[in-house]
């Protein structure tokens, strides 16, 4: 018995992390969950210089990615595995939560009273803070730009009475159903990332 439990500590060493969820962004980024830890961020330019990898480095095709316990996967292109994310990722920080920030939808509406070639609308989602919803607006684009955004909790959001529409002229208006059917903060992110990643970003 003494052996055994003398190798029980080098087992458990060995023993591969296990994820639990993955958050794509805007900037070549996956926010990882590991069993049993904080988030880490693993950055992307790390592996798509590489072989067919370099598929990656488009938004779209990082979008659409599956994952299990064991990798995180792009379908045609590869795999990578826990180990290798946990032992190439890093903790992330405050900062690095509030600005993990994923497209869920963007359409220019232009030409509009507005301004004749650039009034973007777009739905933003922002996992890991408390305001996890972000309604913009881009206007004139430039350093002459119009606009902004103002951020909403899950209780907030459908109170604003022009918040679908507002999906809708962003190109998600099929995203409507996944905040207004559910309560649990939680999960309606969790089931918009899993949809943005199943649709490609797009």
Not at 47 to 59: D, E, I, K, N, T
Not at 62 to 71: F, N, P, Q, S
Not at 104 to 117: I, K
Not at 122 to 137: K, M, S
């Given at each position: 018995?003494?052996?055994?439990?003398?190798?029980?500590?080098?087992?458990?060493?060995?023993?591969s992390?296990?994820?639990?969820?993955?958050?794509?962004?805007?900037?070549?980024?996956?926010a990882?969950?590991f069993?049993?830890?904080?988030l880490?961020?693993?950055?992307?330019?790390r592996?798509?210089?590489?072989?067919?990898?370099?598929?990656?480095?488009?938004?779209a095709v990082?979008?659409?990615?599956?994952?299990?316990?064991?990798?995180v996967?792009?379908a045609?292109?590869?795999?990578?595995?826990?180990?290798?994310?946990?032992?190439?990722?890093?903790?992330m920080?405050?900062?690095?939560?509030?600005?993990h920030?994923?497209l869920?939808?963007?359409?220019?509406?232009?030409?509009?009273?507005?301004?004749?070639?650039h009034n973007?609308?777009?739905?933003?989602?922002?996992?890991?803070?408390?305001?996890?919803?972000?309604?913009?607006?881009?206007?004139?684009?430039?350093?002459?730009?119009?606009?902004?955004?103002?951020f909403?909790?899950?209780?907030?959001?459908?109170?604003?009475?022009?918040?679908e529409?507002?999906?809708?002229?962003?190109?998600?208006?099929?995203?409507?159903?996944?905040?207004?059917?559910?309560?649990?903060?939680?999960?309606?992110?969790?089931?918009?990332?899993?949809?943005?990643?199943?649709?490609?970003?797009?």
């Open positions: 018995m003494d052996r055994l439990l003398r190798h029980l500590p080098l087992a458990r060493a060995r023993r992390p296990v994820l639990r969820r993955v958050v794509p962004d805007e900037q070549w980024r996956l990882i969950e069993a049993g830890e904080s880490r961020l693993f950055r992307v330019e592996v798509y210089r590489q072989g067919p990898f370099s598929a990656l480095g488009r938004p990082l979008k659409a990615l599956t994952y299990d316990a064991r990798a996967r792009w045609g292109i590869g795999e990578l595995d826990a180990a290798f994310l946990h032992r190439e990722s890093h903790p920080t405050e900062a690095e939560q509030n600005g920030a994923l869920v939808g963007d359409r220019n509406r232009a030409p509009t009273p507005q301004h004749p070639t973007v609308y777009a739905v933003h989602l922002y996992p890991f803070t408390a305001q996890p919803f972000a309604l913009g607006e881009s206007i004139g684009g430039g350093f002459g730009e119009m606009g902004g955004s103002r909403f909790d899950l209780a907030a959001l459908p109170a604003r009475p022009e918040w529409a507002h999906f809708e002229l962003a190109g998600c208006g099929w995203a409507i159903p996944f905040v207004r059917d559910e309560n649990d903060t939680a999960a309606v992110v969790d089931r918009l990332v899993r949809a943005v990643c199943a649709r490609g970003g797009m």
